[in-house]
């Protein structure tokens, strides 16, 4: 007699509005279950002090971004109205695989949605926050204009009523809880079934 068992799943997908804490519980998560990668995502934004292409980001130019879309080398994209882009390279799970480990993805929702729709075995993970914690937090990280916060704001409340369309959503009202809580949920997905 044979064991059924259920392959890992290829991608875990985290997602939720600016500020909620995605990239921190990512680090939390990456640091307990280390048969994670994330994914170094592709960005048309300028570099800033300190980043590291290939590292933080894929630092491209529209014009490589355009050709890489045209050729399908996407899984995912999304265009903002300050025409910056950012998305998912196929090559970068092909690498991750390749190493023997599993990719997280963070993603906005739009890209979380489609990835879910279109990857068989992907987990989508949606992290909330309550609003005024979000602006507390955009704010404190001074990476944007104050138009640009009202506006990522604005964007969340909308976001926050899509929670329900996730496999899994961890509140993040407390740093050390949420951590836990995402991590025991990817562990519980590895489990081959």
């Given at each position: 007699?044979?064991?059924?068992v259920?392959?890992?799943?290829?991608?875990?997908?985290?997602?939720?509005?600016?500020?909620?804490?995605?990239?921190?519980?990512?680090?939390?998560?990456?640091?307990?279950?280390?048969?994670?990668?994330?994914?170094?995502?592709?960005?048309?934004?300028?570099?800033?002090?300190?980043?590291?292409?290939?590292?933080?980001?894929?630092?491209?130019?529209?014009?490589?971004?355009?050709?890489?879309?045209?050729?399908?080398?996407?899984?995912?994209?999304?265009?903002?109205?300050?025409?910056?882009?950012?998305?998912?390279?196929?090559?970068?799970?092909?690498?991750?695989?390749?190493?023997?480990?599993?990719?997280?993805?963070?993603?906005?929702?739009?890209?979380?949605?489609?990835?879910?729709?279109?990857?068989g075995?992907?987990?989508?993970?949606?992290?909330?926050?309550d609003?005024?914690?979000?602006?507390?937090?955009?704010?404190?990280?001074?990476?944007?204009?104050?138009?640009?916060?009202?506006?990522?704001?604005?964007?969340?409340?909308?976001?926050?009523?899509?929670?329900?369309?996730?496999?899994?959503?961890?509140?993040?009202?407390?740093?050390?809880?949420?951590?836990?809580?995402?991590?025991?949920?990817?562990?519980?997905?590895?489990?081959p079934?």
């Open positions: 007699m044979s064991d059924h259920t392959p890992t799943p290829m991608v875990f997908v985290v997602t939720g509005p600016s500020g909620a804490g995605k990239g921190t519980l990512i680090k939390g998560l990456l640091e307990r279950v280390p048969a994670l990668e994330v994914a170094v995502s592709a960005t048309t934004r300028p570099q800033r002090p300190g980043e590291v292409d290939g590292h933080d980001y894929w630092f491209l130019s529209d014009e490589d971004f355009s050709a890489r879309i045209e050729a399908g080398e996407f899984l995912e994209y999304v265009s903002y109205v300050s025409g910056r882009r950012y998305g998912t390279l196929l090559s970068e799970l092909d690498r991750i695989r390749g190493d023997e480990r599993v990719c997280v993805l963070e993603l906005e929702l739009e890209g979380a949605l489609r990835v879910q729709d279109e990857v075995g992907s987990v989508t993970v949606f992290i909330a926050a609003v005024p914690e979000l602006e507390r937090r955009l704010r404190s990280r001074a990476t944007e204009s104050t138009g640009e916060i009202g506006e990522r704001i604005e964007l969340a409340r909308l976001q926050l009523e899509q929670a329900h369309r996730f496999r899994y959503m961890v509140r993040n009202d407390d740093l050390e809880r949420a951590t836990a809580a995402l991590v025991a949920l990817v562990e519980c997905e590895l489990v079934r």
